[in-house]
Structure formats: structure tokens, C-alpha cells
């Protein structure tokens, strides 16, 4: 019987599009890959660490399989991923469970590791560059979806916001050529994909070393000029994140007003409203780019739906500077906000500042700023009520059989009546009612 893997994903989109493709070499390399710790041969955890407290949680599933599978002889155990990327040899150390630390370059080479493991090597380690000829290849059987995929065409930041770890976890930014995005594009539209979203740290900084693919697009910048590549194959619905704002140009509006599959949804965090937390933050931008970008979105002949993320309590982050976030917040009317606590993370220049804000402190602005979100939210939401939005249905309900669970093009969860025939189907729904 072939050894079996079970791999479980923790963080962003970027490591369920890693976990993807690592299970598409590792079918093809003669493993199987199944759905438990309980049946695995090996399990791999697939880790973030863009906040302590996700990094704190993988520590305690490590302890949580090894006590699922005491016997070291029947189960390898290996860490994939960002933790997995900074922590390096540390963490057989730290975590004497763990046999295999895998980095966030290795995906290609997980099946030689686990050789490696196998054959009674201990502790084995890659933190190495990815290699010249490293597949993104992912079979359609171990996408999270048969309806949307998601397709890094960037990967790693230059950016070095100081409060964040990507830059060191994830490397430098390189972008894959254009011509194969779009054969992997094609590719799953024959497969019956409905939905492609472009994903990467900053999508907007996309700059391939090489034109193959964009030939004949025209744009102020290479990821508009991709816009409108991706646009041409006729994928029904294509959309992106995340844009980084210091790079988000004009551009890219009128690429998705030429282009209707392009969706009708930008996520462009802010993090802040204050220009002196933006500074101290390492941005690159103050309010007044940001709400430049924002006028342009909302001056759209399309209607976009606008999704941002905010960190509270960053070092230094007074109330009067709280305040100017709470503004833009009001100001911006956003359809969704992700809010963060300020976690210090090791290794980034803001590790160094002064932490000031206590921990009641950044509840208490949560709580507040999510208030202040929650009664914006409810405007943009009762605007759709009465309005006929188109949704990809996904797949059943889990609150209802007879109800099926879809995202529409700007991005929103819907819930409407339907049966399973219209799985994979885009559908035009009238919205009766809001969350
Ligand atoms: N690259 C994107 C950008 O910079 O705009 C965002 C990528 S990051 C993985 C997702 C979100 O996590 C960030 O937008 C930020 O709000 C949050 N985040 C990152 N580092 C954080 C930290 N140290 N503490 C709290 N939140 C953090």
C-alpha cells in the first residue's frame, strides 16, 4: 500500500495554494493522500506565523497528533511553511515530535524529505531556495474546489512593513511568467473552473522577468497588462488579492471597467489612518494616497465592493492616532474589515519599539472600531437588498438542505434556494435580506 499524508493547513491562501500543489507532487511521487492523522503514515502541518497566536497554535496541534499517534514508528510528523521557514533547526529542539521542518521553498522537494525521514534520517531539514525548474503544476483533484482555484502569480515581499514577518518567511518577491498563469488558466477551464482568484502578498507588484504572455496587452503596469491577459481567456470570474496600496494603480480600474469577468471586489489594507503610525508602520503611503485610491474605486462606473484590514495598538498608536483610524473607517465605508491586535513578531523592526498599548487597550479599540465598522457595514449591505447580484453557487448549505451557499462577484457570501443541479453554476440572485 502506498504511504498515505495528511496535510492541514493553517493561514492565508498563499499556504492553501502551497498545500495544493505539495499534494500534487506528492500523488504523483506514488503517495496518497488521505483525510485523518488517525490513517496517516505521515502528517504534515502547513504553518503561519503572521501573528503569535497562530504560531502558538501549532505548537499545540504538534502535541495534539503526537498524542493522537504516540508511537514515533508509525507516524512522521513534519512542519511546513512560514513557522517552519523562521523557526528552521530550532524547532526539533523546541518540539522534539517533529521529524521533517519543511520551508516555504521546499514544496517541490517534500517526497525526498520524506524519504529521507524513512530511511531512518533524523531531523531533516530544507530551508533552501526553490530551484530553477520547480512545477506549480496543481492537479484539479487537490484543489479546495472544483468551481474556484486559486493561482499564485507572485510569491515573498519587498515591502518590510515593520510589523511584518513575510518579507523573512516567505523571501524576496519573484513573479511567475505571465504565458504560465495563463495556460494554467485555460487549463482549468476545461476542467469546468468558474472562478480564478490571483493571489500574492502584494498581486499589484507583479513584475515577471520575462514578457512571455503579455504580448499584445497593453497597461500602465504588468499586473493591468496581466488584468487584461487573464481577462482575454474568458474565465468567467477572475479576482485578486492582495493589492498593496502604495502600488495600486489607476489602472487597474479601468482594466476591470473594460472587463466584465474581472469582479467587482478590491481588498486594500490600510492598517491605519494615522500618517504617524503609517510612517512608523514603514507603508509607504499616508492617508491622503490612500483615500486618493479609495475616491477612484468609488468613482467607478462599476460598483466595487471595497474590503481593507486594520492592526490596532500598533507601538506608539495614541488615542488621538486611534481616532484618525476610526475616521477613515467612516470615511471609507468598507463591505468588510479584518481587525488585528498588534502581535510583535521577532526579527521585524517594530519587535524593537516601545510596546505602549496594553492588551485591554487594543480589546477596547477592537471592540470600537468594529462598532463603528459594523453600523457603515449595514448601510453598503441594506444597499444590495432588492437588487439582483450574480452568485457562483458553491455548494449546499450547511444551515439549510434545501439552500445553497455561494460568494456573488463583489465578493459576499450569499445564501439562496436551490438545488444540487446548480452546483457550479453562476446564477443571478435577488437579495431579500442582510446578515
Ligand atoms: N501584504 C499585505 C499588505 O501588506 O497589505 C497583507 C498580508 S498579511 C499576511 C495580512 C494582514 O495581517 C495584514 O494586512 C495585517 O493587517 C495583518 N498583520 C500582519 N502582521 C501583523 C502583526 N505583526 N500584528 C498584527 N497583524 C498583522
Known amino acids: 500500500m502506498k504511504p498515505r499524508v495528511y496535510i492541514e493547513t493553517f493561514g492565508c491562501q498563499m499556504n492553501v495554494a502551497d498545500t495544493e500543489r505539495a499534494a500534487t507532487g506528492l500523488r504523483s511521487s506514488g ?118 482555484a486559486f493561482i499564485p502569480i507572485i510569491e515573498g515581499c519587498n515591502k518590510f512593513c515593520s510589523f511584518c514577518i513575510v518579507p523573512y518567511s516567505r523571501g524576496r518577491e519573484r513573479s511567475r511568467p505571465a504565458n504560465l498563469i495563463l495556460d494554467e488558466i485555460r487549463n482549468l477551464q476545461q476542467f469546468g473552473y468558474k472562478e480564478v482568484h490571483l493571489i500574492g502578498q502584494n498581486v499589484n507588484s507583479y513584475r515577471p522577468r520575462v514578457e512571455s504572455g503579455l504580448e499584445g496587452f497593453t497597461g500602465a503596469t504588468p499586473f493591468s497588462r496581466l488584468l487584461r491577459a487573464v481577462a482575454a481567456t474568458g474565465m468567467p470570474r477572475i479576482k485578486f488579492t492582495t493589492s498593496f496600496p502604495r502600488d495600486f494603480h489607476p489602472d487597474i480600474i479601468s482594466a476591470i471597467e473594460a472587463n466584465e469577468n474581472l469582479c467587482n471586489w478590491i481588498h486594500l489594507p490600510v492598517q491605519s489612518g494615522s500618517d504617524r503610525i503609517l510612517k512608523r508602520m514603514r507603508r509607504g503611503h499616508n492617508r491622503g494616497d490612500y483615500l486618493d485610491r479609495i475616491a477612484r474605486i468609488k468613482s467607478s462606473t462599476r460598483r466595487l465592493s471595497l474590503t481593507t484590514d486594520v492592526i490596532v495598538g500598533f507601538p506608539g498608536e495614541t488615542d488621538d492616532d486611534f481616532r484618525q483610524t476610526l475616521s477613515l473607517i467612516e470615511d471609507c465605508s468598507y463591505d468588510a474589515l479584518y481587525i488585528f491586535k498588534y502581535s510583535r513578531r521577532r526579527g521585524t523592526p517594530a519587535a524593537d519599539f516601545e510596546d505602549t498599548v496594553s492588551e485591554s487597550e487594543k480589546t477596547a479599540r477592537f471592540l470600537e472600531l468594529e462598532n463603528v465598522h459594523r453600523r457603515c457595514q449595514q448601510k453598503v449591505y441594506s444597499s444590495y437588498v432588492g437588487q439582483t447580484i450574480s452568485v457562483l453557487a458553491e455548494r449546499q448549505s450547511s444551515r439549510s438542505e434545501s439552500d445553497l451557499t455561494g460568494h456573488s462577484t463583489c465578493h459576499k457570501v450569499v445564501n439562496f434556494k436551490g438545488d444540487e443541479s446548480l452546483e457550479g453554476e453562476i446564477v443571478d440572485v435577488l437579495i431579500t435580506k442582510q446578515k
Open 31 to 148: 503517495y496518497d493522500l488521505c483525510d485523518s492523522v488517525d490513517e496517516a503514515d505521515v502528517v504534515l502541518l502547513n504553518t503561519c506565523s503572521v501573528r503569535e497566536k497562530a504560531e502558538r497554535k501549532v505548537y499545540t496541534r504538534i502535541g495534539e497528533v503526537r498524542a493522537a499517534r504516540p508511537n514515533k514508528q508509525d507516524v512522521l510528523v513534519g512542519l511546513m511553511g512560514c513557522v517552519a521557514q523562521l523557526e528552521g533547526a530550532s524547532i526539533f529542539n523546541n518540539a522534539p515530535a517533529v521529524d521533517l521542518v519543511i520551508g516555504t521553498r521546499a514544496t517541490d522537494r517534500i517526497s525526498s524529505l520524506i524519504e529521507r525521514a524513512q530511511n531512518g534520517e533524523r531531523r531533516v531539514l530544507d530551508l533552501d531556495e526553490r530551484g530553477e525548474t520547480d512545477v506549480w503544476d496543481v492537479s484539479p483533484a487537490q484543489r479546495h474546489s472544483p468551481h474556484v
